[in-house]
């Protein structure tokens, strides 16, 4: 299944002789959107040929990849279970549109505190889960793994080639090690972190051998998850202006520092920029009930 190239029409791009598309990857699936859909797919493959019957895999309050996970194991047959980062979700659950949604695909929740939740990767760990829910095939939190970045190799199209600049958002950096390694080597790919701190290229580095690539650091607006009426303002009116609906963890962070770096004229005139929409918009009716209570303005849904 492949997204659709939207270009985008705003004056700061005229001016500044910018010519900007969206790669939908938002629209490929209802549910699995966006990267979730490519990291899974390979991992689902790998799973039934093993003659697994059950997935789990890890994540917090309104992760998209808990979601992502619970609709593909529901779609292809699968079990599902979710290991919930916070014992205190447990009892809204009625209240987190994310976490209902999994448990109505038929995902079983199993929430556990932060210190447990660290202890995710060990192997005592795991073998306790075993013993509770029997054999499972193992999903990363986030998704990322060797066959999620053979997905996302798959992002990039033969016509992308004409892009100069291909821009992602990155979380675990499995995306951007994907399109960095099916790009051009006359194209620059530039990672904007959601997450606060530098150690993520070096995450990427261990994923991909490439080069033509760098990580920009400072529009994760505090950190993973953090937003402020900045950002929620820039969302809603690249809404109104393009009718595109961004997320404000991930791609809303993107385009914003994108349209900041070409605003302050950091790509020559003339350049052609591909930027990934990655999905992750289920997020927002969590997020807005994180602003309503700050007494924030709302992301229009």
């Avoid at 917090?60 to 699968?78: D, P, Q, T």
């Avoid at 914003?256 to 350049?271: C, H, Q, S, V, W």
Wanted: contains cysteine; proline residues 3%; neutral net charge.
């Amino acid at each position: 299944m492949q997204s659709e190239n939207q270009f985008i029409d705003l004056p700061v791009l005229t001016e500044k002789n910018i010519t900007l598309a969206l790669k939908r990857e938002d629209l490929i699936h209802p549910v699995i959107s966006g990267n979730k859909y490519r990291k899974l797919k390979y991992n689902l493959l790998y799973a039934k040929e093993e003659g697994f019957r059950t997935l789990l895999s890890f994540g917090g309050a309104f992760s998209n990849h808990i979601l992502a996970v619970a609709a593909a194991g529901n779609e292809n047959s699968f079990e599902t279970i979710g290991i919930i980062r916070g014992e205190e979700l447990q009892q809204k659950l009625g209240l987190n549109p994310t976490l209902s949604r999994a448990r109505n695909l038929g995902m079983q929740l199993k929430f556990i505190s932060r210190d447990h939740y660290r202890r995710k990767g060990d192997t005592d760990f795991i073998e306790a889960l075993k013993k509770e829910f029997g054999d499972f095939y193992i999903i990363p939190e986030g998704g990322t793994n060797g066959l999620a970045i053979k997905g996302c190799e798959e992002i990039l199209t033969e016509g992308d080639k004409q892009y100069d600049v291909v821009t992602t958002c990155v979380g675990t950096g499995g995306t951007i090690a994907g399109i960095i390694n099916s790009s051009s080597s006359h194209q620059e790919i530039i990672g904007f972190s959601a997450l606060k701190g530098g150690f993520l290229s070096d995450e990427i580095r261990t994923m991909t051998t490439g080069d033509n690539w760098k990580l920009k650091t400072n529009y994760h607006f505090g950190g993973y998850a953090k937003v402020s009426e900045t950002l929620v303002d820039f969302i809603n009116n690249f809404k109104t202006e393009t009718r595109i609906p961004l997320d404000p963890i991930y791609t809303g962070k993107m385009l914003f520092g994108l349209l900041d770096m070409i605003k302050n004229d950091n790509f020559a005139p003339g350049t052609r920029i591909l930027a990934i929409h990655t999905g992750g918009l289920q997020g927002i009716a969590g997020m807005n009930r994180v602003l309503k209570k700050k007494n924030l303005p709302l992301l229009d849904i």
